[in-house]
């Protein structure tokens, strides 16, 4: 199974917690961008005509900000250069103040099968504070859009002032509305961004609070019928994104336009994420790869247990046994009994117990210390 990122870096305006690479100035190049992420395509074509790819994520930035033929350009060229799976899960990102009937018309006509939607949070005093661009009504119309079919929404906890009950209040208008995923990320307040010096001056929730209002957050999904299958993310069945169990399998995937980063035959490698260099790349005929790195043996296990470790199915003890030729259980029995409470081992995967999920990185430093000391 292998991927396909593309990353959209525009959007009307910049959020106050966001650090993802977009330029909300610059839409006007929105034409040669697109322009030349189809040529970074067919530059890629040879390097990858054995390839077949299950998946496109069209993220950002924020995709339905531009001209929707853009988007319909993109998934043509990528049929063109590349084999893609005939029941590929190709995903679109969307800030609900973006939306139309028009462009999602233009979205399934190219063969866009999957919707996900930032909402973040239902109050509208809340999304005023982040410097969102929509509100709960904004949201409820691009819901109507979407009715049917299948979508996610981005829900974020530990924002100034909210309560569990805003949390219940937002995972409930998401759920009503037909979303059949919902990603909920725990804020992560971004040095350089504005919501940064709410963080210092002490404003935003403090970590316990975002632990117990994560833990309602869970609860409600359970109650709504959506099952966790890693830290942030949660479906109804048989909604998981393939896209992102790609990345936690540590599955092959490919990168186009500024900031993109790709991981192909255990090379990763990222593109710059200055715009202006990205068009002169690629106007060049050159790619626009500033960092690459092999990852050798043991940063491939480290992966492996980090990814796994993250979802709730947990390590596959066989999985790992055959690709890297030792015993996981033998090898890291020490942690395992020392991480017993956290920790539990159901059939044949190693998994960390549901409740203890989003404290999972102190229980994965454990293993990857214990392997750097034996
Ligand atoms: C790249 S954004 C794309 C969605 C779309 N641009 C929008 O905002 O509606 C993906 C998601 O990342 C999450 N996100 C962005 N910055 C974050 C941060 N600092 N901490 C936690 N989550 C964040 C938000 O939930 C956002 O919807
Ligand atoms: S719209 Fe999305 S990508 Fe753009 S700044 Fe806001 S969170 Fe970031």
């Known amino acids: 199974m292998a991927g396909i990122y593309v990353h959209i870096p ?3 305006s910049k959020c106050s917690y966001c650090d993802f690479t977009s330029f909300p100035d610059k839409l006007c190049f929105a034409e040669s961008y697109m322009a030349c992420v189809y040529r970074e395509m067919a530059m890629r074509r040879e390097e990858l005509k054995n390839y077949l790819f299950d998946t496109i994520y069209i993220g950002g930035g924020t995709p339905s900000v531009i001209d929707e033929n853009y988007i319909a350009m993109l998934v043509v060229a990528a049929k063109k250069n590349f084999k893609i799976a005939e029941n590929a899960e190709i995903t679109i990102e969307m800030n609900p103040g973006t939306v139309s009937a028009a462009k999602m018309s233009v979205y399934e006509k190219c063969g866009i099968n999957r919707f996900s939607v930032g909402l973040q949070t239902a109050e509208d005093s809340q999304l005023k504070e982040l410097g969102r661009i929509h509100n709960l009504k904004d949201f409820l119309q691009c819901a109507k859009l979407l009715k049917g079919k299948n979508f996610s929404v981005d829900v974020m906890i530990g924002l100034k002032g909210q309560t569990a009950e805003n949390i219940e209040k937002t995972i409930e208008t998401a759920a009503y509305a037909g979303a059949k995923h919902i990603s ?3 804020l992560t307040p971004e040095d350089g961004t504005p919501i940064y010096t709410d963080y210092l001056n002490g404003e935003l929730p403090d970590s316990d609070t975002v632990a117990e209002m994560y833990e309602c957050g869970v609860k409600k999904l359970k109650v709504l019928g959506f099952e966790r299958y ?13 896209h ?3 990345y936690w399998r540590r599955g092959e995937y490919i990168g186009f336009g500024v900031s993109a980063s790709s991981c192909i035959n255990n090379v990763r490698f990222t593109n710059t994420f200055d715009l202006d260099e990205y068009f002169k790349c690629i106007l060049s005929g050159r790619l626009a790869v ?6 050798d043996d043991d940063g491939q296990k480290d992966e492996f247990i980090m990814l796994a470790l993250r979802t709730s199915k947990g390590l596959n003890v066989e999985e790992y046994n055959r690709l890297f030729n030792e015993n996981f259980i033998k090898k890291y029995s020490a942690v395992l009994q020392k991480m017993r409470q956290y920790i539990e081992v159901f059939e044949n995967f190693v998994r960390i117990k549901q409740e203890y999920l989003f404290v999972q990185n102190s229980v994965i430093i454990e293993f990857l210390e214990y392997k750097d000391a034996v």
């Open 230 to 242: 890693e830290v942030s993310n949660f479906a109804k069945r048989g909604f998981e994104s393939k």
């Open 10 to 12: 525009f959007c009307k």
């Open 290 to 295: 500033i960092d690459s790195e092999k990852i």
């Open 184 to 186: 909920m990320y725990a």
């Open 244 to 246: 992102n169990l790609n």
